[in-house]
């Protein structure tokens, strides 16, 4: 099992540029996750799925939004980059709800 | 709401010497509580957690912690550091299974563990 991917691994965009951050586990989860770490913040929930077709905000969801169309993938997309937004983004996944959480390697992104 | 403390930002230990990293946590309901470690330029992994049971939990590479409801503490130790230890380490509370939704992890700041020589 490779786990959790995520695709990039860096990423430099401009102000008002978009994209598509992707997740993906191969570990058959239902519930997957965002989070974003800034320095001395520790990890901040953006959104989470408990299921294909089911997702909902977590704490900072604003700028972001989601979709979960399979059980694998769980993309997290930025309309409007925004400086704010730099940050490194995680996705993680548990096959329940109560138990730990198996997180990606992240992607760092910068706007600049 | 829960929310995780986690004392001292930077702590530095000797090679051999005892590794304590703090964390109180606040829940109103009985919580979930996992400690994490990151490595330089990677993700999260899970050291250990505890859920019911037996409040002294054991974990990956020697590290064990003990919760304590009455001083709402869940404090990471090792007995001994190794130079590999260097990291970060997250303490982390959940409590979304009380309600049947997704255990939203609540993590800490973070504190960053130096092993010196």
């Known amino acids: 099992n490779a786990g959790v991917t995520q695709t990039p691994k860096f990423r430099i965009l401009k102000i008002g540029q978009s994209m598509t951050l992707q997740c993906t586990q191969d570990?058959?989860?239902?519930?997957m996750y965002w989070y974003r770490q800034d320095p001395g913040m520790g990890l901040k929930l953006i959104y989470y799925?408990?299921?294909?077709?089911?997702?909902d905000k977590g704490e900072v969801p604003n700028g972001y939004n989601v979709s979960r169309s399979t059980t694998e993938d769980f993309p997290l997309r930025l309309e409007l980059a925004a400086p704010s937004q730099t940050s490194v983004y995680f996705c993680?996944?548990?096959?329940?709800?109560?138990?730990?959480?198996?997180f990606g390697p992240g992607t760092r992104l910068l706007v600049l | 709401a829960q929310s995780v403390t986690q004392l001292g930002s930077h702590v530095s230990v000797s090679e051999g010497a005892l590794v304590l990293l703090r964390c109180n946590y606040s829940?109103?309901?009985?919580?979930?509580l996992f400690w994490y470690v990151q490595y330089p330029n990677q993700g999260l992994q899970l050291l250990l957690k505890?859920?019911?049971?037996?409040?002294l939990v054991k974990g990956i590479n020697g590290f064990e912690a003990e919760f304590k409801k009455s001083e709402t503490s869940f404090h990471l130790t090792k007995p001994s550091a190794h130079m590999s230890d260097a990291a970060e380490y997250f303490c982390a509370v959940s409590v979304g299974f009380h309600t049947g939704t997704a255990s939203k992890l609540t993590f800490g700041t973070g504190t960053r563990l130096q092993v010196t020589l």
């Open positions: 570990m058959n989860h239902n519930y």
């Open positions: 799925s408990v299921g294909a077709g089911i997702t």
């Open positions: 993680a996944s548990s096959p329940t709800s109560g138990v730990s959480q198996y």
């Open positions: 829940s109103s309901v009985p919580p979930y």
């Open positions: 505890y859920t019911t049971g037996a409040t």
